[in-house]
């Protein structure tokens, strides 16, 4: 913690009296992070603002606020708060930051500061890594996150970064420090907490500096990358000019180019949504280029959808209405009707609201969304294809339920299940082979 102290009093060239934010949730990592900076002021006389957020998502969440806003009046610490009131039907974790960081930038530009710093440290990029690994990323994307990266006319600085989580609890037992916990943090349902319990302390038992080359790890990724970015833009004016893909002339570049190209048109759609992102939708894209279809489509995360007409490939939103949602299925999904879709490793059951696929027969990603016009399902055992909403009318669904009810499709856009309604001709039974099992419930 010394180390990030000395980064923030002198390596930043930070000036007497000048403006920082930080953002503060009032969990033990940024608690210590502003306490590093209520040190700081002491020394440079700085201008700290704290933004808090209220996500509004567990009952705690009032009395945090209460807690954070006395801590910075006790400490002559500005303190701005935003509660988020309501949210869409889209990933609660992406949009919640979305909206997190949208509010962070307009308090720097409120205050005129020049940075804004966040409390992620040693484990978090561990965790970071390891899971985009896991799940396939780009290289910028494997690389976790920077120490510092400027958005908009400002810097993001993460200071903490090479401080482990043993060394903040470690500095808040020292200074006596309060913190609250976020309960959810220690629930297995979310796959970082998996990674945070069971995977970080192996790679710790094995060598307690592991966080120091994870780091190393990631600024050689980040080195690479940039050099390869620079050769990528030397041939995007004619490959992706006024963002449209030119199928021809990306034809003629060598595959570590193409896949480059398509990695960049990738991180310019989700900048620092990149989670959202693995090797498997680069892939598909890279596919649907290739495929000899003069028309054809994808499904992306966060409702956007690529397409191909002819020579040319373009990504955009697909639109959809206030009820309506996209969500792409990783290993679990809670759904806006107050139900989930799990991916489970075993099941006894064969009704309607277990499915098995085999991997082999679709096109992953699965995703899960609501209906559409025209929609159509190829129910098992029946030759043809029924509407969906026949199906909804059969089994007297009301309009409100057909509104939010899940539609399970591949990423080709192919309905596979309609969850504990009728499974498709994609289901297999326990004696076929499958290697994915959903879980409705």
């Known amino acids: 913690m010394e180390e990030a102290y000395k980064y923030i009093l002198k390596d930043l060239g930070l000036k007497y009296n000048e403006p920082v934010v930080i953002g503060v949730s009032g969990g033990p990592d940024s608690m210590a992070l502003l306490h590093l900076f209520v040190r700081v002021k002491k020394v440079l006389d700085l201008k700290v603002i704290c933004a808090h957020v209220n996500h509004s998502m567990r009952k705690e969440s009032d009395d945090e606020k209460i807690f954070v806003e006395n801590y910075c009046a006790n400490n002559n610490v500005i303190f701005e708060y935003m509660k988020i009131e309501e949210y869409g039907d889209d990933n609660f974790h992406n949009e919640a930051r979305s909206k997190r960081y949208y509010y962070f930038g307009k308090i720097v530009k409120k205050y005129k500061a020049k940075y804004l710093f966040t409390a992620h440290h040693a484990d978090d990029l561990m965790e970071t890594i390891l899971m985009r690994i896991a799940r396939g990323s780009t290289l910028r994307g494997y690389s976790g996150f920077s ?84 050769e990528v833009k030397k041939v995007l004016y004619k490959v992706y000019p006024q963002n449209i893909l030119n199928i021809e002339e990306f034809n003629k570049q060598e595959h570590l180019i193409q896949m480059k190209v398509i990695y960049y048109i990738l991180e310019e759609i989700y900048q620092d949504d990149l989670m959202l992102i693995t090797d498997k939708h680069a892939e598909l894209i890279y596919d649907l280029i290739k495929s000899k279809k003069g028309n054809a489509s994808i499904h992306l995360p966060n409702n956007i959808k690529a397409i191909k007409e002819y020579n040319n490939l373009f990504l955009r939103p697909i639109e959809v209405e206030s009820n309506s949602y996209e969500i792409e299925l990783d290993n679990f999904a809670n759904l806006p009707n107050g139900k989930n879709i799990e991916v489970v490793s075993k099941s006894s059951l064969d009704n309607n609201f277990i499915c098995r696929l085999d991997s082999s027969q679709i096109k992953l990603p699965l995703h899960i969304r609501t209906r559409q016009n025209g929609d159509k399902i190829s129910i098992k055992g029946m030759l043809g294809s029924k509407k969906i909403n026949d199906i909804f009318i059969d089994d007297k669904i009301s309009n409100q339920e057909r509104d939010m009810w899940p539609i399970v499709i591949d990423s080709t856009g192919v309905i596979v299940w309609l969850p504990g309604l009728k499974k498709s001709k994609f289901d297999r039974t326990k004696n076929e082979k499958y290697d994915i099992i959903l879980k409705y419930y």
């Open 147 to 230: 120490k510092e990266i400027t958005v908009d006319n400002y810097k993001v600085v993460r200071p903490l970064i090479n401080v482990t989580k043993d060394e903040i609890y470690a500095y808040l037992k020292k200074y006596n420090l309060k913190y609250a916990t976020d309960k959810s943090n220690f629930k297995d349902v979310y796959t970082r907490n998996r990674f945070r319990k069971q995977v970080i302390p192996f790679f710790k038992n094995e060598d307690k500096n592991v966080h120091k080359k994870f780091y190393k790890f990631s600024t050689t990724l980040l080195e690479y990358n940039e050099y390869i970015d620079k």
